[in-house]
Nanobody, 121 residues
Framework: VQLQASGGGLVQAGGSLRLSCAASGRTFSNYGMGWFRQAPGKEREFVAAISRLGSSTHYANSVKGRFTISRDNAKNTVYLQMNSLKPEDTAVYYC???????????????WGQGTQVTISS
């Protein structure tokens, strides 16, 4: 699976962004999808995950209630709607695909290139 993330940018605190991740190469609906992020000097962390058909989602506590993950299997795309953004959300955001249902980054097989999200205070 090839993954292409987009939608990052610079916004003020309290603003919103929607990230997209377009998949190609294999049957998209066979994969659970996740979003991860990595801030400068910090380890990569889990943000959100969605099951193959979109029936189940899971969020990190730090984004719960502010971020929404969704997918459109007809368009081979997963989204991350980010609202009420905070400066601590600043990071490179990565989408990833897994054959499992997991939030563990090590169990994701395919990764996109990342998109920068910067939140100014």
């Amino acid at each position: 699976v090839q993954l292409q993330a987009s939608g990052g940018g610079l916004v003020q605190a309290g603003g919103s962004l929607r990230l997209s991740c377009a998949a190609s190469g294999r049957t998209f609906s066979n994969y659970g999808m996740g979003w991860f992020r990595q801030a400068p000097g910090k380890e990569r962390e889990f943000v959100a995950a969605i099951s193959r058909l979109g029936s189940s989602t899971h969020y990190a506590n730090s984004v719960k209630g502010r971020f929404t993950i969704s997918r459109d299997n007809a368009k081979n795309t997963v989204y991350l709607q980010m609202n009420s953004l905070k400066p601590e959300d600043t990071a490179v955001y990565y989408c990833a695909a897994t054959g499992a249902w997991t939030i563990a980054g090590d169990e994701y097989d395919y990764w996109g290139q990342g998109t920068q999200v910067t939140i100014s205070s």
